[in-house]
């Protein structure tokens, strides 16, 4: 209602002004704007169309308005609106000034991050200019160089060839002299040669005469020194038979002397094979735990200790099959109370898959009863050719002079007890393995024999005749392993990183987990197999930067090892069925 009082709103509702006046009334007009006067019609205006209707109720209503009680509240509420509408154009025109100092400020700042960016672009280009001044100065350096370098070595070129041609001009001289030299020497020495040829030709019947003197004189001397021996020898010799008690006595001489030198050769060779067997092994031996006079004299701590060990128990650090352990056990009861009693010892084959453990059971059995071991490898018979049957017989001799009891190991037996039957074994292996058969056809209380291998189906059929005992040793179950697995991971992780004598340390995991997971991932190796799997998590630790070993790095060991298991049995396969080491499935 406020057009009533005289104030027209915009369309934003900005300013205020008075009513619009009404349009001026044209001249001549009455009733209309439509007349014409005379005969031209009356111009048209912009109020022509104009409707004065709403105007007069305006009017009106403003007029009532007036007359109404609340005229005076609309002046004000006029009034207020007014200053409002003030108030918000000077705060809108605060508001545009505060945007032109900002926008001021902008420019500024933009005028000065400019100015920053064209003293930063200049600096960069003088640093550029400097370097590339710079490289300019040290390519002229280098360049300046190179071609003293190239002077230099245009300059030593140039000596070498001098010297060369130097060196060129005096061989050329030498060879020069030497030649001169060498034709003056065949010429004086074919001189010479003509000279003597032609007084040799000149003085031939004086020289051969000459000749014929001396041997004439030579034949005299011999024929008279002959007659002379003859003469003295017959004379001594005539009288050495008329005289009998030198011919006697002669007799007696040579013959005594016979007897001195066969009595010494033989009494020699006794006496150095009875010093061979004491003081030295025989060379069929690769390692032995007998005490030699040699080794006490060179070695007598270590043997003081080793006399004064007590015996181990046969399985300490050995894990079989609980049917496999009695077996053991009763052969190591039986083996001790043999000892002890002084009777004849039992003969022992073990076979089974490489790796099993035959070697070590066969020393703990050997330290369980109080014996000595030898361990002797087959490879090492079959090489020695003819002089294999002498070297059986010495190692059976120094086998026979042990006082505590000897186990003598034979590790990879089928190496040299094959068939005698077959083709392939030489006459010396034959020898040798006749020799064998010699020395083991009776049962003995001095030594006590352990063959070990994995083809036992190739001995000679009198070789299982000299078996008593035969011990199958199979791979390890799962049982066996996770014992295997857990003796060596204390044995060559924990106890070395727990001690801090060597540069290993263990990472935090569970470990009994770990090798009940790595026991599932081992299924079909050997114990030896296992240790060479504890001694590589060993060697990767050592070969780590800090030394710790840790879960991941005893993951890929394993898997190292699984993979090299299954190409060993794809080996193992492809060389066709009959094996004898083919391991059986645990």
Same mark, same amino acid.
């Given at each position: 209602m406020s057009w009533l009082f005289g104030i027209n709103k915009g369309l934003k509702g900005e300013g205020a002004g008075p009513p619009l006046p009404l349009p001026p009334a044209q001249p001549g007009a009455e009733g209309g704007g439509d007349r014409v006067l005379g005969d031209r019609p009356a111009p048209k205006d912009k109020w022509s169309n104009f409707d004065p209707t709403g105007l007069e109720r305006a009017a009106k209503a403003a007029r009532e308005l007036e007359q109404s009680r609340y005229a005076k509240d609309a002046l004000n509420l006029a009034q207020m609106q007014e200053q409002k509408l003030q108030v918000e154009q000077q705060s809108k025109l605060k508001e545009y000034e505060a945007a032109v100092e900002q926008l001021r400020s902008e420019q500024i700042r933009a005028q000065a991050e400019e100015r920053r960016k064209t003293l930063s672009e200049e600096t960069r280009q003088h640093q550029a200019r400097a370097q590339y001044q710079d490289k300019l100065a040290r390519q002229r350096y280098e360049d300046q160089l190179k071609q003293q370098q190239l002077l230099n070595e245009e300059n030593l070129r140039k000596q070498e060839e001098s010297v060369q041609k130097q060196e060129a001009m005096r061989r050329a001289t030498v060879e020069r002299e030497m030649e001169l030299r060498q034709k003056n020497e065949i010429l004086r020495v074919e001189a010479e040669a003509r000279a003597r040829a032609k007084a040799e030709r000149e003085n031939a019947d004086i020289i051969r005469e000459q000749i014929h003197l001396k041997a004439a004189e030579h034949r005299q001397?011999?024929?008279?020194?002959?007659?002379?021996?003859? *003469?003295?020898?017959?004379?001594?010799?005539?009288?050495?038979?008329?005289?009998?008690?030198?011919?006697?006595?002669? $007799?007696?001489?040579?013959?005594?002397?016979?007897?001195?030198?066969?009595?010494?050769? @033989?009494?020699?060779?006794?006496?150095?094979?009875?010093?061979?067997?004491?003081?030295?092994?025989?060379?069929?031996?690769?390692?032995?735990?007998?005490?030699? +006079?040699?080794?006490?004299?060179?070695?007598?701590?270590?043997?003081?200790?080793?006399?004064?060990?007590?015996?181990?128990?046969?399985?300490?650090?050995?894990?079989?099959?609980?049917?496999?352990?009695?077996? +053991?056990?009763?052969?190591?009861?039986?083996?001790? @109370?043999?000892?002890?009693?002084?009777?004849?010892?039992?003969?022992?084959?073990?076979?089974?898959?490489?790796?099993?453990?035959?070697?070590?059971?066969?020393?703990?059995?050997? +330290?369980?009863?109080?014996?000595?071991?030898?361990? +002797?490898?087959?490879?090492?018979?079959?090489?020695?050719?003819?002089?294999?049957?002498t070297a059986m017989h010495k190692l059976f001799d120094w086998a026979n002079t042990s006082r505590r009891g000897?186990?003598?190991?034979?590790?990879?037996?089928?190496?040299?007890?094959?068939?005698?039957?077959?083709?392939?074994?030489?006459?010396?292996?034959?020898?040798?393995?006749?020799?064998?058969?010699?020395?083991?056809?009776?049962?003995? @209380?001095?030594?006590?024999? $352990?063959?070990?291998?994995?083809?036992?189906?190739?001995?000679?059929?009198?070789?299982?005749?000299?078996?008593?005992?035969?011990?199958?040793?199979?791979?390890?179950?799962?049982?066996?392993?996770?014992?295997?697995?857990?003796?060596?991971?204390?044995?060559?992780?924990?106890?070395?990183?727990?001690?801090?004598?060597?540069?290993?340390?263990?990472?935090?995991?569970?470990?009994?987990?770990?090798?009940?997971?790595?026991?599932?991932?081992?299924?079909?190796?050997?114990?030896?197999?296992?240790?060479?799997?504890?001694?590589?998590?060993?060697? *990767?630790?050592?070969?780590?930067?800090?030394? $710790?070993?840790?879960?991941?790095?005893?993951d890929a060991c394993v898997q190292d090892a699984v993979q090299q298991h299954q190409q060993k049995m794809c080996w193992l396969k492809s060389e066709g069925p009959g094996r004898g080491d083919e391991p059986s499935p645990s």
């Open positions: 001397t011999v024929l008279e020194s002959i007659r002379t021996a003859g *003469t003295l020898f017959g004379e001594g010799f005539h009288a050495f038979l008329t005289d009998r008690k030198k011919v006697t006595a002669t $007799v007696v001489g040579l013959t005594l002397l016979a007897g001195g030198v066969y009595s010494a050769k @033989n009494g020699t060779a006794a006496a150095a094979r009875f010093i061979e067997a004491r003081l030295w092994k025989p060379s069929l031996v690769r390692e032995t735990s007998r005490i030699t +006079v040699l080794e006490a004299l060179q070695h007598p701590f270590q043997v003081r200790q080793r006399l004064l060990s007590r015996p181990q128990d046969v399985l300490e650090g050995v894990v079989l099959s609980p049917s496999l352990e009695a077996r +053991v056990r009763d052969i190591a009861i039986a083996t001790r @109370n043999t000892k002890k009693n002084r009777s004849l010892y039992r003969n022992v084959l073990m076979y089974g898959p490489p790796g099993t453990g035959e070697t070590l059971l066969a020393k703990k059995l050997a +330290v369980h009863s109080g014996m000595d071991d030898a361990i +002797v490898t087959g490879g090492d018979v079959a090489p020695m050719g003819r002089k294999g049957m000897l186990l003598l190991f034979v590790d990879e037996a089928d190496a040299f007890l094959r068939k005698r039957a077959t083709e392939k074994i030489s006459e010396d292996l034959r020898a040798t393995l006749n020799a064998f058969l010699y020395r083991t056809g009776q049962h003995s @209380n001095k030594f006590m024999l $352990v063959l070990a291998s994995n083809q036992p189906e190739q001995f000679d059929w009198a070789i299982n005749d000299r078996i008593d005992v035969m011990v199958h040793f199979d791979l390890p179950r799962q049982e066996e392993r996770e014992r295997l697995v857990r003796m060596y991971f204390d044995k060559y992780v924990l106890k070395p990183a727990t001690e801090g004598k060597q540069r290993l340390k263990l990472a935090q995991f569970d470990y009994g987990r770990k090798c009940s997971e790595i026991t599932q991932l081992t299924e079909g190796m050997s114990g030896q197999e296992i240790a060479k799997l504890a001694l590589s998590w060993q060697a *990767t630790a050592y070969a780590s930067e800090d030394g $710790v070993l840790t879960e991941a790095m005893m």
